[in-house]
């Protein structure tokens, strides 16, 4: 079964700092693979994806992730964090053998101190 | 790029009354919509799964009884939480897949809570 791991439910760190996010995901082929920031009570905002070419993507507000297909991974980053980065951060692996659907990672809930 | 509107974004009502949620499409055709349920602190579960003009297709452990979904048109789509209880408290989301391949974008969310 498809799966998404993301091994951090809460990370913090200094403001200014770097930030990294793993995320692991379960499936016997390239999946395409998603980012997403969801700030409290709000809906969840597209950081970034991966489909295909370079494994190295780069995303809004500063972010970039990085495909290794031998780790099954698909870590975000980020050299410098804003405390406006505080918010809940979401893998996703979108499967089409399984009509396109979404699986979404448990989240990483990120604050940021100043 | 393409906007997801939800409707309305937080709603309150009595324990045993039925609940509409709108999710629609602004400025492209969708012409399959997913349904979501996020409960605090959690990760998003996926309910079902729309296409127009076709019945919804739902999840493992989710009462189609209960969570009536209508994607009457490429453009919106309809979750009606029927008599709800204070258990079915949360926060839905769409999303909506564009016709072009790899392309899905989500709603803002609905806040539902049952007193």
Not at chain 1, 92 to 99: K, S
Not at chain 2, 22 to 43: H, I, V
Not at chain 2, 48 to 71: C, M, P, R, W
């Amino acid at each position: 079964a498809q799966s998404v791991t993301q091994p951090d439910i809460h990370i913090t760190v200094s403001e200014g700092a770097s930030l990294e996010l793993r995320c692991n995901y379960s499936y016997g082929a390239t999946p395409y693979l998603f980012w997403y920031v969801q700030s409290p009570g709000q809906g969840l905002q597209l950081l970034l994806k991966y489909f295909s070419g370079d494994t190295l993507v780069q995303g809004i507000k500063g972010f970039e992730a990085e495909f290794k297909r031998s780790q099954s991974s698909f870590n975000l980053r980020k050299p410098s964090v804003h405390w406006s980065d505080a918010a809940e951060y979401f893998c996703a692996v979108r499967v089409e053998r399984t009509g396109n659907q979404f699986y979404f990672g448990t989240g990483t809930s990120l604050t940021v101190i100043p | 790029g393409a906007v997801v509107s939800q409707h309305p974004s937080r709603v309150i009502c009595k324990s045993g009354t039925s609940v509409k949620i709108e999710c629609r499409s602004l400025d492209f055709q969708a012409t399959t919509m997913f349904w979501y349920r996020q409960f605090p602190k959690k990760s998003l579960m996926l309910m079902a799964t729309s296409n127009e003009g076709s019945k919804a297709t739902y999840e493992q452990g989710v009462e189609k009884d209960k969570f009536l979904i209508n994607h009457a048109s490429l453009t919106l789509s309809t979750l009606t939480v029927t008599s709800a209880h204070p258990e079915d408290s949360s926060f839905y989301i769409c999303s909506a897949r564009a016709q072009v391949v790899g392309e899905q974008f989500f709603g803002p969310g609905t806040r539902l809570t049952v007193l």
